[in-house]
């Protein structure tokens, strides 16, 4: 009996060494995909520390000979960066908010409500996944200027309240819900709002977390159209307002990425926060028919 389970164990340990030498090569491949995906974050950490003579010292210098902090003051004095934050939070609050009610509440009817032309209308949402988001520049900017909008937060927010991809997301998890759940409230007496607001809203949960971090992140870091509808410094988000450090001759690369430093900082503390719930999200979501 002992001789079996010296046996056994044996066998285990040789399986499991097995199977750790075929998945070394994995390992490296995914340590060096971390580091090329990691070392552009601590570049700009450490070159936010330099003097502008040793951000453009060919060859580059790795560490700061002394870490200068006045750049982070640079930031506060060349930007209204406290004015461009609180934007930039709003902008993405309000985009992320609207989304996740007026997509899931789309979501829910593609899934489960029958109506004329249900599928014709769902093969256009897919249709603008197809469409470059360059093409409605033109068109989202005339409607803003003949509705006066123009240098505002309306113009900055209700564009992005609406997306096609967050619809087709939440219809993927609607999709692969159970209908008996829905059925039983139903039977109930329950209305049709309330069944998707009391049944099928809370099991979607990690879909919306997972949109809703997409969101997020999409609406932080969105450039070319604040770009395009605000002149306004004060009514500039963050990604907008940065942007006007880089110069036409000269850039203050420490300053610009003591400021892109600030900024980022928000949006990593939200990723690392709901992490988990953002990668549940996307594996169910794929797994729905």
């Known amino acids: 009996m002992r001789e079996a389970t010296r046996d056994t164990g044996r ?38 520390f330099k003097s502008f003579g040793e951000s453009v010292q060919v060859p580059p210098t ?26 930039t939070a709003v902008m993405a609050l309000l985009r992320t908010g609207a989304q996740l009610l007026l997509c899931s509440m789309a979501a829910y009817a593609f899934a489960r409500i029958r109506f004329p032309g249900r599928g014709a209308i769902f093969l256009g949402f897919l249709a603008v996944l197809m469409v470059p988001g360059q093409l409605f520049l033109l068109p ?31 219809r993927q998890f609607f999709m692969g819900l159970p209908e008996e759940l829905e059925e039983a409230a139903r039977l109930d007496g329950a209305n049709p709002f309330t069944v998707f607001w009391r049944v099928a809203l ?47 001759h000269l850039t203050e690369y420490p300053v610009l990425m003591a400021g892109s430093l600030l900024a980022t900082l928000p949006v990593i503390v939200v990723f690392v926060a709901m992490q988990r719930q953002f990668i549940q999200g996307i594996a169910f979501s794929g797994m729905k028919g």
């Open 11 to 48: 066998s285990v340990r040789a399986q499991n060494r097995s199977r750790q030498g075929r998945l070394w090569p994995a390992h490296v491949l995914l340590a060096l995909g971390a580091v090329v995906t990691v070392f552009p974050l601590v570049w700009e950490v450490l070159t936010s």
């Open 62 to 87: 790795i560490l700061p000979a002394h870490w200068d902090w006045s750049n982070y003051k640079a930031v506060f004095d060349a930007v209204p960066f406290g004015r461009q934050f609180v934007n």
């Open 140 to 170: 989202q900017y005339q409607i803003m200027q003949d509705l006066g909008w123009l240098d505002s937060m309306q113009a900055l927010v209700i564009p992005g309240m609406f997306s096609a991809f967050g619809t087709f997301l939440l």
């Open 202 to 248: 809370p099991l979607a949960r990690p879909g919306l977390l997972a949109l809703g971090v997409l969101t997020f992140l999409w609406s932080w870091n969105d450039l070319m159209w604040p770009l395009i509808v605000n002149t306004d410094p004060a009514k500039m988000p963050l990604s907008a307002g940065l942007a006007s450090l880089q110069g036409a």
